[in-house]
């Protein structure tokens, strides 16, 4: 991902190329001049006067914040502070691309920010105004090596499905000659292998490409209006940073990592990398699905991909996902442990609108032992039947018993749910240190060692001198994790994401900080925990991660401990001796409750 960042960032670093040469090499670099020392700085300055008349009035009203009665109900903040916090929100929104897109990450670091400043900060709203069609089709033919917009698509939406700070998304079908056949990218014969063993031990869907595409295109000049931002980011947050007190912040290097994170989303060919990445690793895993991308269309501004046909994930959150609640919930924790702790490679947008549900029949195996060569054109489509499971759900979008009863009807006539994940231009790589410290940190919950949890934090963290108080955060950790072992030893009852949003309250309190790439994790956690226990209330992380750390073990243990990775076996071999010991007292209380051990006689 970095190598891939640093490449897209030289490709348009501007320079004059060695192969100019005389007056013209000359007049190249007067343009460059004037381009980098006068015209940039230029509008650098008029941008700048112009978020200065934004903010001003945010900064101003600031002692609002310490006005107002306590909201109980609102992490106990005054009516005041939310006021601001709101404020604050809409000056981001006028702000531009950046500021909105600073606003939804500063929503997923509550381990800097106020719990209620982040609540607020997730509503950021990117809706922005559309680009022109004559901007998209110009970007699209460039994109299709200058062939005429008429020629490229049979249908094409002009109203955009989406429209973000950063880009806008379209709907539309390809010429025939321009699709390509179901899953291109991952057909071989070791594939079709697995798939046909697959179909007698699991049904696996039926993989009926959409004819149709999203395309996402950029706004025109965002790269620019962006790159000005972030120059004025940085100088207020060094600004920040030299105030006594709040250089345990570092918000100069939050603002770098914040930067590339824009950069990365600023280059839509990584989105599309990132895309063949995950459609590679979950090649042979019927949990969930990402749509194949046209990678030979897709440059810096356009993003050609399948169009991810499905049910939103939120219309199930609210409705109830009925009798597929529990494959749904199961499903989406199962797809993010193998992303974390198998590929090490994890999708870094997971909120609902990103997860879609399809619905798909399962496949029939071959009865055939020869292998068939599979076709180069789309199948009929006859097998598709997620529009048709649309149409019938649609209509009850607002009427949760009809929803919960037309699932009942799917399911007896055979259809089964599948995730699709969508938008993946932000992921996490954890490196090899924030790799160690995060298993350490889960493996000390598992194991409900709170104290050692809390002093691996403060020894591993960023700045290890400006923690505040190291042996009472260590307590308070053993006070947390002990408070849940006396709760419950049932893994079930344990709800990790509240854990992890306890934990981000004490690291803000006492400055310990942590690395951007482990808080994104933990952030996942939260979310997916969220989603999944809000669907299906008996839902269990540590659970969902024990057949996944087992198969892990039976594929690399003898490399992990030949390469001294003892962290994750650790990890593993703690959760199976929980396992087996709440086994043990469920079968004790199992016992007693029906009079097993003294039977009447």
């Not at 008349?53 to 502070?81: C, H």
């Not at 970007?139 to 429209?163: M, Q, S, T, W, Y």
């Not at 002093?455 to 950790?477: G, I, T």
């Amino acid at each position: 991902m970095v190598r891939m960042l640093q490449v897209s960032r030289e490709e348009i670093e501007k320079k004059v190329g060695e192969d100019v040469t005389g007056l013209k090499r000359i007049g190249k670099k007067i343009v460059l001049f004037l381009d980098f020392y006068i015209w940039e700085p230029l509008c650098t300055g008029i941008r700048f006067l112009k978020l200065v008349a934004i903010f001003a009035p945010v900064i101003i009203t600031v002692p609002v914040i310490w006005f107002g009665e306590r909201q109980p109900d609102r992490d106990d903040e005054r009516s005041g502070t939310l006021w601001w916090y709101g404020f604050l929100v809409q000056a981001m929104e006028w702000a531009g691309p950046a500021f909105i897109k600073l606003g939804q990450w500063a929503a997923s670091r509550s381990d800097i920010f106020p719990d209620e400043m982040c609540n607020i900060m997730s509503k950021l709203h990117d809706d922005a105004p559309a680009h022109s069609l004559h901007a998209t089709k110009r970007i699209v033919e460039a994109a299709f090596n200058g062939r005429h917009f008429d020629e490229i698509f049979e249908e094409f939406d002009e109203k955009p499905l989406g429209v973000g700070a950063i880009a806008q998304v379209y709907r539309a079908k390809l010429k025939p000659d321009l699709t390509m056949p179901a899953d291109a990218d991952l057909s071989s014969s070791t594939h079709r292998f697995v798939k046909n063993v697959g179909t007698v031990l699991k049904a696996t869907p039926k993989r009926v490409p959409s004819s149709h595409v999203a395309i996402k295109v950029l706004h025109p000049g965002v790269e620019r209006t962006v790159r000005r931002d972030l120059r004025i980011m940085r100088f207020f947050a060094s600004m920040i940073n030299a105030i006594p007190t709040l250089e345990w912040l570092s918000l100069p290097d939050e603002v770098d990592q914040f930067g590339d994170m824009m950069k990365l989303q600023l280059d839509l060919r990584i989105e599309a990398a990132n895309l063949s990445r995950f459609r590679k690793n979950f090649k042979d895993r019927t949990t969930a699905w990402f749509p194949y991308p046209y990678t030979e269309f897709s440059t810096r501004n356009i993003l050609v991909e399948e169009f991810a046909h499905g049910v939103p994930l939120a219309d199930f959150m609210a409705n109830g996902g009925g009798v597929f609640q529990h494959d749904i919930a199961s499903e989406g924790l199962d797809a993010f442990l193998r992303m974390l702790l198998l590929d090490n490679f994890v999708h870094a947008d997971l909120h609902p609108g990103n997860i879609m549900v399809r619905f798909y029949e399962s496949e029939k195996p071959p009865l055939s032992l020869h292998w068939d060569k599979p076709s180069d054109a789309h199948p009929t489509g006859k097998n598709d039947v997620t529009e048709h499971v649309l149409s019938r759900l649609r209509p009850y979008r607002n009427n949760k018993e009809l929803w919960v009863a037309e699932l009942e009807k799917i399911d007896e006539e055979g259809y089964r749910p599948q995730l699709i994940f969508i938008d993946t231009g932000l992921v996490t790589e954890l490196n090899a240190t924030n790799r160690r410290n995060f298993l350490d940190l889960f493996r000390a919950v598992a194991e409900f060692d709170g104290y050692k949890a809390g002093h691996l934090m403060c020894e591993r963290c960023r700045q290890p001198d400006a923690v505040l108080d190291k042996e009472v955060f260590a307590l308070k950790m053993e006070h947390l994790v002990r408070d849940v072992k006396n709760k419950t030893l049932a893994l079930g009852n344990i709800k990790i994401g509240d854990i992890l949003e306890k934990v981000l309250n004490m690291v803000r309190q006492h400055h310990v900080r942590l690395e951007g790439d482990f808080v994104n994790v933990v952030i996942s956690i939260l979310l997916l925990e969220g989603i999944g226990r809000a669907l299906d209330p008996d839902v269990d992380l540590l659970s969902s991660s024990l057949p996944i750390l087992r198969q892990l073990g039976a594929q690399g243990g003898k490399d992990m401990l030949m390469e001294g990775d003892v962290h994750m076996m650790a990890v593993w071999l703690g959760l199976e001796a929980r396992r087996f010991m709440q086994a043990s007292i469920e079968d004790v209380e199992r016992c007693v409750k029906y009079d097993l051990l003294s039977p009447n006689v």
